[in-house]
């Protein structure tokens, strides 16, 4: 353990394992060198906070994609009957269904990236245990609406595509689903903004807390000159 090592935060330690054995004169057997770097807690929290700011950036990046889809989705089902039954509509459709299924797929991994990083958080006891569930609530929200909302848009674009007589049935399904999952998204956008407010704050905090004690110690060090 660093502490009753009495190894400060923010440092490296090199660790190598020997072994012996009771051959006379035998030389000791040495591992290589393992370079192990110490992080404090408020430089952990800090680079926890920076994961999951990325999580966030890339679920704003997939609610423009699922917005554009929901776009492409109305303008096809408010084609002219004519133009909506021929091949290319069919075409335009069954590519629609596999940027929703790259969609979802995209979500899906990007919740379980985040909830890496929640797992991560759990070993720094200066996160909030209500702010780590809330945030795990929001990831496993994520996996749902790739599996739910996304996964049936996916599947009613693939019945457009596959029947012209009720195509614009299925795309009003489609546009439907897209909907639905585009105002999860956004709902859980307001959610993980917040919690990263309260993230920021935290380490803030901490990085405060740090400095003051730093300043504690150069004082006193100053004092017994």
């Known amino acids: 353990s660093p502490a009753v090592l009495r190894v400060p935060?923010?440092?490296?330690?090199?660790?190598?394992?020997?072994?012996?054995?009771?051959?006379?004169?035998?030389?000791?057997?040495?591992?290589?060198?393992?370079?192990?770097?110490?992080?404090s807690l408020a430089k952990h929290a800090e680079m926890v906070r920076q994961q999951l700011e990325a999580v966030f950036a890339r679920l704003e990046e997939i609610t423009r994609a699922e917005e554009g889809i929901a776009n492409q989705t109305r303008d096809l089902k408010d084609l002219p009957k004519d133009k909506l039954a021929a091949d290319d509509a069919a075409k335009k459709a069954g590519?629609?269904?596999?940027?929703?299924?790259?969609?979802?797929?995209?979500?899906?991994?990007?919740?379980?990236?985040?909830?890496?990083?929640?797992?991560e958080a759990i070993r720094n006891p200066t996160f909030s245990?209500?702010?780590?569930?809330?945030?795990?609530?929001?990831?496993?929200?994520?996996?749902?609406?790739?599996?739910?909302?996304?996964?049936?848009?996916?599947?009613?674009?693939?019945?457009?595509?596959q029947s012209p007589g009720d195509r614009a049935e299925q795309l009003a399904k489609a546009e439907k689903a897209e909907q639905a999952a585009l105002d999860k998204l956004e709902k859980l956008q307001k959610e993980m903004n917040q919690g990263l407010d309260n993230l920021q704050a935290m380490t803030?905090?901490?990085?405060?807390?740090?400095?003051?004690?730093?300043?504690?110690?150069?004082?006193?060090?100053?004092?017994?000159i």
């Open 95 to 119: 590519e629609q269904a596999d940027e929703q299924e790259r969609t979802a797929r995209n979500l899906d991994q990007l919740a379980k990236e985040g909830m890496k990083a929640v797992q």
């Open 129 to 161: 245990p209500s702010d780590l569930k809330q945030w795990a609530k929001s990831l496993q929200n994520m996996k749902e609406i790739a599996g739910g909302e996304m996964a049936q848009a996916a599947q009613s674009l693939k019945d457009a595509q």
């Open 204 to 224: 803030l905090a901490q990085r405060l807390r740090k400095l003051g004690g730093t300043e504690q110690e150069i004082g006193g060090k100053l004092q017994k």
């Open 9 to 39: 935060p923010d440092s490296t330690v090199e660790v190598r394992a020997v072994a012996g054995d009771y051959f006379p004169e035998r030389k000791a057997s040495e591992s290589p060198v393992h370079f192990i770097h110490l992080v």
